[in-house]
């Protein structure tokens, strides 16, 4: 998982050299015209968006290098914007790097080009430590999204998803020259590109290369010779083949395809469906369709931020009297990922999932919306000599970047920690500890800030129907959602949206929809331990079978138990017992720890959590037709053979996120925003697949146990 970063040296005139390819970045007197000409030109850019109608426009480059080619992009598309202030359009931008330039190398790289120094402070600020897969980031108040995949580009784009109308509309093919760099330059890679090539897809390249040429017309491009930039005489640009388009194989499995909002690829980039333009008249204001969040915990105030920045306007119901009632309202919670020995799917998702949501805490902070929380770091102890061994292994192998998790002994674990810690173990820098109820206040005003979040509280969830009107336009029919409103006195209200997002935690088990799916519920109970002189100098999230955090109120955060299908949330006793003890037992060798009392002070709640403890973030699976459509899984046949599953229209769930959720959700949002909005998904095909929900569904029936 560990991305090894570019050797590179700058020659005499400051440009970046690449040693292992003996080839520049860019051109030493006029990188930025080259990038302008060869990419931004060949492309009609921006030409193109003057008339664009659709919500997104794809730019994707098969080598990010200095960052070059987005710097000139956002130039252009930052003028476009300036020029075309009605212009709503969401300009995204995929790039892939095997050998990412170390940050310090980043920095000197881009100094030369004073230009681009506000965009370049951007993307320095931004700019994703070396862990393999896409690294998501946003520029010009979310009006640019930029997906950096490191990795070998031979990995990353045949899982970048895609559904049947492709995905990119201009491609950068980019690169080191092909006599330098011949193992990008190949068939799977003009063949990838078609693959992902939206209709009226076009590519320009610095290159005129021959076999560039022929793999190119070989995977379905229209290839034209043009002139070259400066000293170079030709280059090579072009489109896909229109009658090429219905020929391309997108094979993927289909029955974990994500839906987006219905009808959204006919949808203008006003959010309009295109099919009623011609009934607007001309100038008059249109609206994105109404979004229902049920649920106002972490999933629900993720969601609500996530669909802000998209341009959303969303109702948040809760039939609480606040947000953050259940398992998101404890005081105080850790705040790092549950990593493992090997890159599995699961320790892939948690990796992305909190650095992801590290970058978005501190990003809300500096733009003025606080909560409590220490970036303080997170301890995880290896108690016990198999532990150690362990953690030890998941470093040597350098599967994690240092950045993300390292391992400490124990003589630097008590300098961390400000106290005695007997055991080394594993140090994540970037955790720490979080007040959640906090948290989720912050992102519901951040959304608010961004467009418009109405707070709906007491009102609980008793139904919901899609009724069938008659229309004459492809709309897709909205929902009908009945709610108690219980503040003063117990009445029904209904209210019609067109979209509707599960967030419920906990109380998905009242929500007649979600039945078909294996929802697991935990209690947990978290004591709220007094300060006192064994805990007044701990400075650091310590970690073993429990946690315990520094002081925050005059208390520290200690748990926490696991009780499957305990709905209950009274505080017991017993279970601040089973807490202590397991904090004795964990930490025995710590002298301090054992001087540590609970005063009968704490908080249960119950947590959703899955049977492979994954989030469940995806459309709704109508379960019942999918059993018909899908039901020859097990003979494993060839992917085309097997239908779109069916989803349940313009339902979405997020939930499952147990006790992960600080962790997990900003990310599993953003995932789910992009899925209803029909932006490209900043995650690997086959983490999207552990994520879908119907993924138990498939199992089983790959399996013949239905």
Partial sequence: MTIKTADIQFNADGTPVATDFDDVYFSS????????????????????????????????????????????????????????????????????????????????????????????????????????????????NNRVIVDLWLGDIHDSLPQWHTNENGLVDAWYLDGF??????????????????????????????????????????AGFIVEKRKGH?????????????????????????????????????????????????????????EKPKVAIIGAGIAGATIAYAMAQKGYECDVYFKEAEPAQGASGNPQAGFYPQLNVDASNASQINAHSFVYAANQYRQLLSQGFDFAHQWCGVLQLGFKPALAQRYAKLTDNQLWPPALVRYVEANEASRIANCEIPYGGLFMPLGGWIDPLQLVDALFNAAACLSKVTLHSHHCLRGLEQKAEHTET???????????????????????????????????????????????????????????????????????????????????????????DDLSTEYRQSEQDKNLATHYQSLAQCRWAQDVVGNAQGRAAV?????????????????????????????????????????????????????????????MAELLASQISGQP?????????????????IRQL?????
């Fill in 29 to 140: 007197s006029d990188g930025a015209q080259e990038t302008q000409y060869v990419f931004l030109q060949n492309n009609q850019l921006p030409s193109r968006w003057q008339h664009w109608s659709k919500p997104t426009f794809v730019i994707a480059e098969t080598g990010f290098g200095t960052g070059l080619n987005l710097l000139v992009t956002l130039a252009a598309f930052k003028d476009y914007l300036v020029q075309n202030p009605a212009s709503t359009f969401t300009l995204h931008f995929i790039s892939t790097e095997k050998y990412p330039l170390n940050h310090a190398d980043l920095v000197q790289a881009l100094g030369a080009f004073v230009q681009f120094k506000d965009s370049a402070n951007a993307l320095i600020a931004q700019y994703p430590m070396p862990l393999n897969g896409c690294h998501r980031m946003a520029f010009l």
């Fill in 177 to 218: 020259a092909p006599s330098k760099n011949p193992q990008m330059w190949s068939a799977q890679l003009f063949e990838q590109m078609a693959r992902l090539a939206a209709k009226d897809c076009t590519f320009a390249t610095f290159t005129a290369a021959g076999f560039v040429k022929r793999g190119l017309r070989d």
């Fill in 230 to 286: 400066g000293r170079k005489r030709e280059m090579l640009a072009g489109y896909i083949a229109p009658e090429f388009q219905a020929q391309i194989n997108r094979q993927q499995a289909r029955y974990y395809q994500r839906s987006a909002y219905a009808h959204v690829e006919n949808m203008d980039a006003t959010g309009a469906n295109a099919a009623d333009t011609n009934n607007r008249t001309q100038g008059a204001a249109t």
């Fill in 474 to 564: 492809s709309q897709p029919q909205p929902w009908q959602l009945c709610f108690n409103q219980t503040a003063d006195k117990i009445s029904q209200i209904r209210v019609s949206t067109d979209i509707v997002i599960f967030a419920t935690g906990a109380q998905s088990l009242d929500i007649q929809h979600l039945t078909e799916y294996p929802l697991r519920m935990v209690r947990g109970q978290v004591e709220a331990v007094p300060t006192q002189p064994a805990l007044s100098e701990l400075n650091t999230v310590l970690c073993h079978k429990g946690y315990l955090t520094p002081e925050y109120n005059g208390h520290h955060a200690l748990g926490s138990t696991y009780v499957k």
């Fill in 607 to 667: 947590r959703c959590s899955s049977p492979d403890h994954l989030p469940l973030v995806g459309a709704l699976a109508d379960i019942s037709k999918q059993k018909t459509e899908l039901n020859d899984l097990y003979k494993a046949l060839p992917l085309n053979y097997y239908p779109k599953g069916s989803d349940v229209e313009n339902l979405y769930l997020l939930t499952g996120l147990g006790s992960r959720g600080l962790t997990t959700a900003p990310l």
């Fill in 681 to 697: 998904l900043p995650m690997a095909n086959n983490l999207l697949n552990t994520l879908n929900p119907n993924r138990f569904l």
């Fill in 702 to 706: 790959i399996r013949r146990e239905i």
